[in-house]
């Protein structure tokens, strides 16, 4: 796959954008002139699929601005027409740890107002995003990580690493839009009941078993050929209509997300500050430090 950003003229998937014209692009969106940060973009000239690349080390956790970044990307794609996107990893353990609870623990208001906001931008985005899209889990992948793997819509996975959401587990409920996200893929509502109220978390081989991954992989490089693969089978006269019908799958869950956008946002606020939380936070992030 060429790794470059630029355009695709011949059948205008993607108009020119080279990495200095993307920056510039961000500055205007963004209001802020750094260029992208945590991830690396690149576009295929012949396809017109993008391969977005989660790195932030050591455990691509979310905090604001990587999420800004991975939904600002996603928007950038849509106007340029690409049809596919790939999300993957340029780490080789970890796909996505999830909300970085580093900055979810003792912090200001503003602060974790900031990160929720941003999570809730992101769903949506990936979620709704007429792209074809793909997560190339090629690590771990929980809770927040989760949330990416199953807003996209085809899943390939290496073997031997995690994938689930765990909320329950940190002591908090699992929001409604990340309920109907997982329903999307699990459609057998007692299984996802079971699996996001017990905090489950699935290896590689029993999550393809589940339903919750599409595919296994051998390698990053076979999970790229795969994701090329699975983007490409829809034909070029059908993106349109296509994109059209993923939408109609996915407007009830968007509505009802909009609906409760903020009501989402005071539930998250009042609990992560609760004394327990934070107290059972400070533990977990202590148990994560004591692994290693
Ligand atoms: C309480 C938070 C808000 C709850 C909101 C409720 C509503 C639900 C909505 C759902 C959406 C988002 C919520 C979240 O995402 S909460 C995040 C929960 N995430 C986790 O529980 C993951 C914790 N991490 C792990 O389980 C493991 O790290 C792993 C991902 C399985 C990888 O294991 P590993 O053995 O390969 O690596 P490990 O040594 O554990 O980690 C490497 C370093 O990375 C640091 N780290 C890991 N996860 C996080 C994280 N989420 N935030 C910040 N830092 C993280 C870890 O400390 C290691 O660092 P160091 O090398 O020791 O410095």
Known sequence: MAARIMNLPKHGLCHLMRTSALARHYAGSTGSASPPQFTTLSVDDKTGIATLTLNRPPANALNA???GEIARSIKELEKSKCRGLILTSSSERIFCAGLDLKE?????????????VALQNLWHTLYSTPLIT????????????GMLALSSEYRIML???KIGINETMV???VPMWLIDTYLNVIPNRRVAEWDLTASRIYKSEHALKAGLVDELAASKEQG???AVAFISSYPKH???ARAITKRQFREKDLKNFEDNRQHDLEIFLSNIQKPNVQSYLGEYLESLKKKA
Do not use: D, K
């Open 238 to 240: 059908s993106l349109v």
């Open 171 to 173: 002591g908090l409920a």
């Open 159 to 161: 073997p031997n690493f």
């Open 65 to 67: 601005a990587f999420m």
């Open 104 to 116: 979810c623990y003792q912090a200001e208001a503003s602060h974790l107002q900031g990160i929720w």
């Open 224 to 226: 790229l050929e795969r």
């Open 134 to 145: 793909v997560a190339l889990i090629n690590g771990h992948t929980v809770a927040g990580g």
